[in-house]
Each structure stands twice: as structure tokens, then as C-alpha cells.
């Protein structure tokens, strides 16, 4: 053996095995036929394509799938004729009324019509005369209806169906007509549950794609607002409006939207929840990089400042790209407020930030290893309070949080009615009982519910989430080194939050990177005369959003 | 990775401060004092101007290289072999700065709060920290640097103004320290602590737009001079000079005597979560220079295996054995001398030369 072979055998580097993960189930041994995109086309002969959408829609266990077959009066002929629509998304009386009435009534009177007026010219006088076009005549004449389409292909047809719509085939035709006749129960606009505001409109978006878009629509009030619908999901197709306006939003962040929206390859996309994390520049980071609301007017303000919005169907939560940090500290009233007002409330959310993060771990830091910061007299209070302690400092502290976390989710997951039988049980544990039974310090207590309601004041849930994550980690940080592990936490922890970005757009923008912040950047709300400028970060197309003087009325006071 | 990102102005002062809040933060002021007693304020005024004029000339000397640092300009005054050596003299340098600091850095630490600790437990969590900035890369070490250094100098204010109630300027007496000759001859050592202007050799390509190099240089050299200066003029007003001083970390000991009210009285820990921070930031940038060096000099393209070899290298270098005095010795005995030597007087002399050569190359080029 030579010295290159004995290297290769002991040191060169040997690719490893691929884990693969096979889950024991028959089903993976299925030919996938139902998420393969169909592009047959739609065959002239009615039997066969009832046999094909019998054998799609697999209609002999399919329950909600009916197909009402009838036969179609033309002259003297009787034409084959089927409709296919789910039940329970169709508005029965709109298919009674719009489609079978005037289709076998009014078909069969014009007829009579016609041939009883013998000066009057007969156009059709055999359906199978190569003179008459069958599918022209249904489609111009016989379907009195304002939202109508001809399709060829049956994955468009099936489409149109799930999406509520009702498939008419004739006999002889290779055309299917598709008719609008969707009536998908849904909850009405109500009040926001999760953005409450006093002053501000009270109405939030609903689940249904289309009732949001026009909610949109009616506050926007301008032509330039595209939304723009897309399908994702190769089984649930589930339809995902891109809103935008054309004359204000950058041309290339919405490309990249529509890009990462399009370029999706999965199954199924049930929520904006989902998606954002499908879409989102870095996945792997908890804090929230996508704004999620439920606010049809604060979705408003953004369109109108050049950002893009994503409505997905089946999700009242819209998201709005690119986001910054400060996002997640404004709230949607705060426009609405005197900017005074406005920005006393940013300053106590950013304080809510800093203690909701640290101050569990600056405790177990101080307590442990920095003593010295805690005045005398508050020093005697705190070990007088942890003198009957039996336990260590960190161990209440995360005894305290996880209790608090447990009441918190246990509030979350039962019905409103036991919630505040929770809450109340809560705090007896919490407040009372733990502390009489020298579990925990009273400081301690204080601590945890401060931090708590901290918590609760930042305006953004995700934030909230990912917050009370790093909560744990810097306590432990902190019991660890004191403010060396804080400050190494603190490090890392900021490391990793200025290397993201949201669509192209720094994380801490307009502070870091630096930019100017006279253009309406920054944390701090602005006098709504002075909001003249869009955020500068975005590069939107309209970079004023007001004349430099906006009350045109001042300058006549003399 | 984000090895190519490019600094704003803004950024690139940043990052100049950074170096110096770390060395205030040590024992540089003490240094200075111990030498010149109290003659320190008349020596730092003449030292900063000796600095300015220096800083003044590398930007007219750096006009001739746009984009081009201090390696590229030893590869086109001496070849590749010239190159190579200057890049290990300067990896050398830069790893004997990130040593001297988290040695002096960690033990201070120790001293303080964790008596009972073992100092690798310290030094971890440096590592860690420095690997990770280093792996996310020179963007997010700037943007971090950026948020921290407005902090950090107002800490650094807060301390040297806080205590304004135990100025005494009967202190500055005599003014000229121990006597001429040792604030002016043997006070130009203290050149040392405008350490910063090695990072002026490394500025260039680093810079979005090269012509703001003056203006950076210029502004970053000033705001430190005055940060080093207020900080030795405030040590000097507060402590006592005696020769048998002990080298503690002036700073810290001032923010010790930091007192608001009576209801807060020990706010030091505070100041020290702010340096610690800034600590992390420095050594972030030590061995991302210290990357990018290596990366010059050997072509290699993976960005994490360097980043991981430097800081494995480093931490190896940092498990050395050593102690306060060791550590010390190096400071003021070696590490000072290197400053001068490479920065001042070896890298000046290499600029000066490459000029020469450009003019001269350009002649003939002009003649031909």
C-alpha cells in the first residue's frame, strides 16, 4: 500500500449514508391520480364525461357531489344535459332559478313561440344541423345569468366547482358552461378578537378570500388596487389573493411576492399562518417576519404605503410584506391617536419589550451574582422575603413561568366560560397559596406578573410568542453567568436578528441600517401634517404620500 | 455570509469606536498615566496631534489605492512573497490584540464576579459568542456594533460625568508630569493607544464609497482622541497618581463611585453588562480581520471552515496558561511596542514606498 492509498483509506472523506424516512403505509404504493393536474379535455359525448367525473370525484362514496342529469327541450329534440356542483357551497335557488327553470321553461316556450309564429324566421330547426351552434345558443341565449364562463378542460371545471360554482355539460358539446352559483356559509364581519382598539373601525376580516378583498377594496376606494388571485396547494388549491397598488408598491417586491407564492410545491395551504411560513426569509428564527392582521384598515394603510398584502381563503389573518421590527410595536390605533398620545404608548410598548425579554433573567442575575445593584433597603426585603425559601432562585423562577404559561394556555384552549374559573384558580395558586406555602417569594410573584403583563401589552401575538421563548433562555443565561450570560445572550440573540430581513428589507430598518429619518421612518408617530413622506426603505414608485404643506387651509389664515 | 457587505460612513466610524471604547475600557488609560504621571493631559494633546498629522498623511498616502488595504499594497510594493509575510505578521497582531483583551477582559471579570469560577468557563462564553457572530457574518457584527457603540458612549459619558462631585483639579499639579523629557520623548510610547489607525491600513475595501475614507478616518480619529482624552483627564482628576498604582481597570472604578441618591448606590454592573457587550464586538471584529487576512492570503472560499479554524486557533491560544501579571507583561511590555512598530513605523514605511513606486512605474509609463 503507498502513502496516497493509505491517506485515501483512513482520512478521505466518505460520503454519508442518506437518511430516508419510510412510513409503513400502503398508501405510498398508490398511483397518485387525484394530485396529478388534469389537462384532459372536456369530450363531446355527455355519458363519458359523467363517467370521468364519476371516477374524479370518486362519486360513489363522494356524498356532497351530485350530479342532476335532465334532459335539455331543443325544438323537437330532447339534448342529454347534466349539472355537476358540491352541496352545501351551491345557492340551490340560483340554480333552480338562474339554470334548470330557464333551461327546461323558458327553452321549451321559445320553442313553441317559434314554431306557432310561422312569419317569424326559425334559427333552429335540428340541434345536430351543422348550420346551429349548440354551445353559442346555450351561452347567449339560455342562461340568463351574470356570471358565466365556457371551459374546455376539466381541471378548469373541477376548479370552478370546488371553488362553489355549478358545471352544466350538454350532449354533443365538448364545452362546459360555469355558472357562478356559490353560497359557502361563513361567519359575518364581526369585531376584531385579537387587534381591539377604542378609536379606530371596529370590523375585521373574515375567512372567505373574497368578502376581505372587497372589504379592501371599499376603504382603498381606488382603481390602481390589483388583487391578484393565485391557487396554491396541488390538492386543496387554495386560493391566495396578492393585493397591491400597481402605482405605488415597488415593481420587484411584488414580483418576489408573487414569486415565492407561485413557486410553492406543496399539497395543501390551509392558513396565512402557513404561508408565512413557507414565504418568510428565514424560516428557522421565531420572531414573526410577516405582519399578521386581522384589521381591514390597518392592512389599508400599508397597501397605501406600498407594501404588498397576502390573503389566503379559510384565514381571517391577512399578511403584509415586507415587515420591519417596529411593526410589531405599532399598533393600528396609533395613526389614529394624537401623535403625543401615540408615541407615550410606543415608549411604554418598547419598555413592555425590554422587561417581558429580560427582567425574569436580570432577577436571577441580580439575586445571584450582582447584588450590589439592589438598594439596602430593598436588599433586606427581598432576602427577607426568600428567607423561608427552601429553594434556589432559578428553580421558583421557572416553577412561577411554566404555572404561568400552564394558566395562560389552559385559558386559551377552554370554552370562555371556564376561562375565568381558570384565571381565578390561577391566581390563588399563584398569588396566594404558592407563597403561603413557601414555594415561592413574594418578589418573585411580582416579578412574574409584571413580566406577564408585559407581555400582554405588545400589540403583535408572533412577538409575543417568540419572547416568551427567549424569556426561558436568558433566565437560565442569567443563572449561568449573571450579566455575562445576558450580555452573551443579548449578543447572540441580536447577531442573529440584524442578519434577517423581510423581503429584502433590513430587520431593524430605518436604525440599522442608518437611514434617514425624516421621511417617516421611525418608531416615534409623526404630526399626520408631517407624514408626507412613504417609509424610504420600501422604494415605493410615490415617495410623497402629502404636498409639503398638507393644510392647504392654514395658508389663507391671516 | 456576508464576507462582501460593504460599510456605510456611519458604520465605519462605528466600527473605529468599537476598537477604542474596548481599549478604554481596559487598561489603556492607566497605561498612559503610569508612564507620564501627570503630564498625561499635555502628553495625550501632543500625541493626538502627532495622530492627526499621521492620520492626515495615510489618507493622502491612500489616495494612490483606492480599494486596496494594506496587504493588497505590500503584494504590489514586494510581490506575493512580501504579501504573505505582511499577512502573517498582521494575523499575528491581530490575534496577540484579541488575546491581550479577553485575558485582561476574562480576568477583570473574574476578579469582580466569579471568584469561584474557572476562567475557560469565561472564556466559553466568549468563543461561542465571537463564532457565531463570525459565522453570520461581517454584516450582522456591523449592524450589532452599531446599535451598541451609541450605548456604550454614553455609558462611557455617564461615568466620566457622574462623578463630577469628586473632581479634584489640584490633581493635574504638576503639569508636565515628571518632567519634559518624559511627557514628550518617552511619552511618544503612547502613541500605542491610538491603536485604532491599525484599522485605518484595513478600511478601504472595506468602504461602500472609497472616497469617503477621509471623512471616516477623520471623524472616527477625533471622536476616540476625545473619548481617550475626557476618559485619562477624569482618572486623573479622581485617582491619585502614586508609582506603586495597581493596573486596575480605571473605568470600572469609576463607575463604582457612581452614586444616584441614596437609593441607588452601586451602578457598576450596569456599565460592566454594556462593556462586556462591546468586548463581544471587538473580538468579533478581531477575528473577522483576521479571517479576512487569511482568506487574502490563501484563496480559500469557504467562509465557515475559516471562520471555525481562526476561533478554534484563538481559543486554543486563550487556554494557554496565564495570569494577571503575564498578561500585563504582554500589554505594556510587547504588545505596546508591536503598535508602534507595525502601525506607525512599518506599515507608514510601506505606504510611503508603494507610493514611490506608483510614482515611479507611472513615469515610465508616461516616458514609454
Known sequence: ?558 | MSSNYKLQKYEAICLILIVMVSKLILNVPYYIIDLVGTGAIINLIYIGLLGFIFVLCLNWLFQKFPNSDIIDISEFLGGKFFKVIMGIIYISFFYLAAYVTLSDFANMLKTIYFNNSPLIFILLFFMIGIVVANLVGLKSIIRTICLVVPFTLVSILVALFAVYDDFSFDKFSPFFGYNMRTTFVNGLLNTFSLYIVTYYYFLMPLLKDSFSYKKVTTWSYIISWLLLFLTVLSILTIFPITNDTEPLNALYLLSRKIELGDFLQRLDAMFVLLWIISIFCYLSVCIFMINRVFKKLTNVTDEKLVSLSTTSIFFGLCLLPFNVAISRFMENNIYRYLIIGITFIGCFIILVLANLKFKFKKGNLQKK
Open chain 1, 1 to 558: 500500500m503507498n502513502i496516497k492509498n493509505f491517506f485515501n483509506t483512513f482520512f478521505s472523506y466518505k460520503e454519508q449514508e442518506n437518511y430516508e424516512f419510510i412510513l409503513p403505509n400502503s398508501a405510498n404504493n398508490l398511483p397518485e391520480t387525484n394530485t396529478q393536474n388534469t389537462t384532459q379535455q372536456i369530450f363531446p359525448t355527455l355519458s363519458v364525461n359523467i363517467e370521468y367525473l364519476k371516477s374524479k370525484y370518486n362519486l360513489l362514496i363522494n356524498s356532497d357531489v351530485k350530479i342532476r342529469k335532465f334532459a335539455l327541450p331543443i325544438h323537437d329534440k330532447k339534448v342529454p344535459a347534466a349539472l355537476l356542483f358540491i352541496d352545501g357551497m351551491v345557492n340551490e335557488e340560483t340554480i333552480t332559478n338562474s339554470i334548470l327553470q330557464p333551461l327546461l321553461l323558458k327553452n321549451s316556450i321559445t320553442m313553441r313561440e317559434q314554431n306557432e309564429n310561422k312569419s317569424g324566421r326559425m334559427l333552429i330547426k335540428n340541434p345536430k344541423s351543422p348550420k346551429i351552434n349548440l354551445e353559442n345558443f346555450i351561452y347567449n341565449g339560455l342562461i340568463p345569468h351574470n356570471s358565466i364562463s365556457k371551459e374546455t378542460e376539466f381541471e378548469k371545471v373541477i376548479a370552478k366547482v370546488n371553488g362553489g360554482f355549478c358545471a352544466l355539460f350538454v350532449d354533443g358539446v365538448a364545452t362546459a358552461f360555469c355558472v357562478e352559483t356559490k353560497d359557502i356559509k361563513g361567519r359575518s364581519v364581526s369585531e376584531p378578537i385579537s387587534e381591539n382598539v377604542v378609536r379606530g373601525p371596529q370590523e375585521a376580516f373574515v375567512e372567505n378570500v373574497r368578502v376581505n378583498t372587497s372589504m379592501l377594496r371599499k376603504i382603498v376606494n381606488n382603481e390602481n388596487l390589483i388583487i391578484e388571485e393565485v391557487d396554491v396547494g396541488k390538492i386543496s388549491k387554495t386560493k391566495v389573493a396578492i393585493c397591491y397598488i400597481e402605482n405605488i408598491a415597488n415593481d420587484d417586491l411584488v414580483a418576489e411576492a408573487k414569486y415565492r407564492i407561485n413557486s410553492l410545491d406543496i399539497d395543501y395551504l390551509l392558513s396565512s399562518g402557513q404561508l408565512e411560513q413557507f414565504i418568510k426569509d428565514n424560516p428557522s428564527n421565531t420572531f414573526p417576519q410577516c405582519i399578521a392582521t386581522e384589521r381591514p384598515d390597518r392592512v389599508s394603510t400599508y397597501l397605501l404605503n406600498g407594501r404588498v398584502a397576502i390573503i389566503v381563503n379559510g384565514t381571517p389573518f391577512v399578511l403584509v410584506v415586507p415587515a420591519i421590527f417596529i411593526d410589531f410595536l405599532t399598533s393600528g390605533e396609533d395613526r389614529n391617536l394624537n401623535y403625543h398620545f401615540a408615541n407615550f404608548l410606543k415608549m411604554i410598548r418598547a419598555i413592555a419589550l425590554f422587561f417581558a425579554i429580560f427582567l425574569p433573567g436580570l432577577y436571577v442575575a441580580i439575586t445571584n451574582y450582582h447584588q450590589e445593584l439592589i438598594p439596602s433597603e430593598l436588599l433586606f426585603a427581598v432576602a427577607n422575603a426568600r428567607e423561608a425559601i427552601p429553594f434556589p432562585v432559578i428553580f421558583e423562577i421557572i416553577i412561577m413561568e411554566i404555572s404561568f404559561e400552564l394558566i395562560r394556555e389552559a385559558g386559551l384552549r377552554v370554552s370562555s366560560s371556564f376561562s375565568t374559573t381558570i384565571g381565578i384558580i390561577g391566581a390563588l395558586i399563584l398569588g396566594d397559596a404558592a407563597v403561603s406555602a413557601n414555594i415561592v417569594s413574594p418578589i418573585l410573584i411580582i416579578v412574574v406578573a409584571f413580566t406577564g403583563i408585559c407581555g400582554f401589552a405588545i400589540p403583535d401575538f408572533a412577538l409575543t410568542s417568540s419572547i416568551r421563548i427567549y424569556r426561558f433562555t436568558y433566565i437560565i443565561l442569567g443563572f449561568l453567568a449573571g450579566f455575562l450570560g445576558i450580555a452573551f445572550g443579548f449578543f447572540v440573540h441580536f447577531i442573529m436578528l440584524t442578519a434577517l430581513s423581510s423581503f429584502g428589507v433590513p430587520y431593524f430598518a430605518p436604525y440599522i441600517p442608518f437611514e434617514n429619518l425624516n421621511d417617516n421612518n421611525g418608531y416615534i408617530v409623526k404630526p399626520v401634517w408631517r407624514r408626507e413622506r412613504r417609509n424610504q426603505f420600501l422604494n415605493t414608485k410615490r415617495p410623497e404620500a402629502a404636498n409639503k404643506i398638507s393644510m392647504n387651509w392654514r395658508k389663507h389664515v391671516k
